[in-house]
């Protein structure tokens, strides 16, 4: 079982900037792919960004050339760098892992319990 802990929300203006942890432990391995996906009420979990086993990178178009996700294997912690929010942006931020890479869809094996982002304009 893996265990995945989000933190680094907050609230913030328009135009501001963010950077999300996850930290994972359990029988998590450094080779496991991992992905960011937010939800805000009443919408679908949409990915937004994704990293595999070497450091190979996908964002969702929304995010892209503003968002950046990288990974800190020495301390199990993924990492998701928000640049220029847009008030439409405001979500429930969820880090996942899993041995098998599955991009920005929502089929990862593990979640973390979310972290919350609120943009206001």
């Known amino acids: 079982q893996v265990q995945l802990v989000e933190s680094g929300g907050g609230s913030v203006q328009a135009g501001g900037s963010l950077r999300l942890s996850c930290a994972a432990s359990?029988?998590?391995?450094?080779?496991?792919?991992m992905g960011w996906f937010r939800q805000a009420p009443g919408q679908e979990r949409e990915g937004i960004a994704a990293?595999?086993?070497?450091?190979?990178?996908s964002y969702a178009d929304s995010v892209k050339g503003r968002f950046t996700i990288s990974r800190d294997n020495a301390k199990n912690t993924l990492y998701l760098q928000m640049n220029s929010l847009k008030p439409e942006e405001t979500a429930m931020y969820f880090c996942?892992?899993?041995?098998?890479?599955?991009?920005?869809?929502?089929?990862?094996?593990?979640w973390g319990q979310g972290t919350q982002v609120t943009v206001s304009s």
């Open positions: 359990g029988y998590y391995d450094s080779t496991y792919s």
């Open positions: 990293i595999d086993r070497n450091g190979i990178r």
């Open positions: 996942a892992a899993d041995p098998i890479m599955w991009w920005l869809s929502v089929h990862y094996r593990y």
